[in-house]
């Protein structure tokens, strides 16, 4: 069956510092999404990516889409603790209504 | 956006217990879909919820131990039945946005504490 697989699982950077995760599905999909998950709460959702090569910024967060519509990153710039959480991204299966999640990384950021 | 409640927020059980958590949307949905979410994990899909007809289970879900109802377009509930504390999980709802393609929106989510 289809997988969404996400790296890194963890990262740990300095305030200011840049984070990047990385999305690989085993399927082309026919688009991708990101959400966020603080801790203590639930996924809320930031972005879709529909376009194979799609780019799509909001303030210091850069979402791609791949080419190949198989794979996706999340780019944050100058990271702020206000960043910390888990990323997830998910695709939607061939079939049906249902979403496919990556494992998620873990954001943490120190002061 | 919908505004998605769960009840309850958060709860401690006996093993070999119970409990029914609900799942309300302000605004009619097709679709809500029930999720797992192990600590420190991502999210697994239980089951999809129709209105007006059974619920479809994910492999490794079985409707005996996660009943599912779904009354109306604006509510559904998730019983875990015969709980061991390998159930301590967040159990999640959601439903599919109105914009954007598969696109779903989350409650706030039911912690669950067996022991």
């Known amino acids: 069956g289809q997988q969404v697989m996400q790296i890194p699982q963890y990262q740990h950077v300095q305030e200011g510092e840049d984070f990047t995760t990385y999305c690989n599905s085993s399927?082309?999909?026919?688009?991708i999404q990101w959400y966020k998950q603080r801790p203590g709460g639930h996924p809320v959702f930031l972005i879709q990516?529909?376009?194979?090569?799609e780019v799509k910024k909001q303030k210091r967060l850069t979402f791609q889409f791949g080419e190949a519509k198989k794979n996706s990153s999340l780019h944050i710039t100058a990271t702020q603790t206000t960043d910390v959480g888990t990323y997830f991204c998910?695709?939607?299966?061939?079939?049906?209504?249902?979403?496919?999640f990556g494992g998620g990384t873990r954001l943490m950021v120190k002061p | 956006s919908a505004v998605i409640s769960q009840k309850p927020s958060r709860d401690i059980c006996q093993r070999g217990t119970s409990l029914t958590i609900q799942c309300q949307v302000d605004s009619q949905v097709t679709m809500m879909f029930w999720y797992r979410q192990q600590p420190g994990q991502s999210l697994t899909l239980i089951a999809t919820a129709n209105q007006g007809s059974e619920a479809t289970y994910e492999s490794g879900f079985v409707i005996d131990k996660f009943p599912i109802s779904r009354p109306n377009l604006t509510f559904s509930t998730l019983t875990v039945s015969n709980m061991s504390p390998e159930d301590s999980s967040i159990y999640l709802c959601?439903?599919?946005?109105?914009?954007?393609?598969?696109?779903?929106?989350f409650g706030p989510g039911t912690r669950l504490t067996v022991l």
């Open positions: 959601s439903v599919e946005a109105q914009h954007g393609f598969r696109v779903q929106f």
């Open positions: 399927t082309t999909l026919s688009n």
């Open positions: 990516l529909v376009k194979s090569g």
């Open positions: 998910a695709g939607p299966r061939s079939a049906g209504n249902m979403l496919t």
